[in-house]
């Protein structure tokens, strides 16, 4: 039995909540990335002595050539991996509270930080409390920093003069 086994916290007989679903789902397709990246090094192991040059040979040739580079590369893929992530739980959390939010717009900015404008179908301060318990729960957390996400509330009359990027939710 190995160490994960050991940390099964469901019974056996328990049915699957939506969020295991999910999470099942998340486990495959790391699997199947793993498969991909096994596959990837194992044919640039058949190659290498060739002197065939796999696309993972030249990120490897690339990575010992300009390492510092490489690394920046790297931490900006992963900055904009979490951002969207972070993207898609904003839009679900919006989506989750239709009830009080109309039109939400994904926002350019000079800084790259996830600003959201938000139309609220009526715009009070009990509507607003909901809103913001999102950026309240993240603020708690260490990503707050390093990716800040900004809430700006619109009214209709003036969500036409907005440098909109995308629009994530419209319950209009």
Same mark, same amino acid.
């Given at each position: 039995?190995? @160490?994960?086994?050991?940390? %099964? ?25 793993? $498969?991909? #990246? ?23 040739? @690339? ?12 931490? $900006? ?20 509270? @239709? ?18 404008? %938000?139309?609220?179908?009526?715009? $009070? ?30 009214? @209709?009359? #003036? ?14």
């Amino acid at each position: 039995m190995s @160490k994960l086994d050991n940390n %099964i916290t469901n019974p056996p007989n328990t049915p699957a909540s939506h969020g295991d679903k999910i999470i099942e789902l998340m486990l495959q397709a790391l699997e199947v990335r793993v $498969n991909e #990246i096994k596959h990837d090094i194992s044919v640039s192991q058949e190659m290498l002595p060739t002197g065939a040059h796999t696309d993972l040979i030249i990120n490897l040739k @690339k990575v010992i050539n300009d390492p510092l580079s490489q690394l920046t590369n790297m931490r $900006n893929d992963i900055d904009l991996t979490v951002t969207s992530i972070l993207s898609r739980i904003a839009t679900q959390f919006f989506s989750d509270h @239709k009830d009080v939010v109309d039109i939400v717009y994904k926002t350019e900015n000079h800084h790259d930080d996830l600003l959201f404008c %938000i139309v609220l179908k009526e715009d $009070n301060t009990a509507n607003r409390r909901k809103v913001f318990s999102f950026l309240r729960d993240y603020k708690c957390t260490n990503l707050s920093e390093t990716f800040p996400i900004y809430f700006q509330f619109v009214s @209709k009359e #003036i969500e036409n003069k907005l440098l909109k990027k995308e629009v994530i939710l419209n319950n209009s």
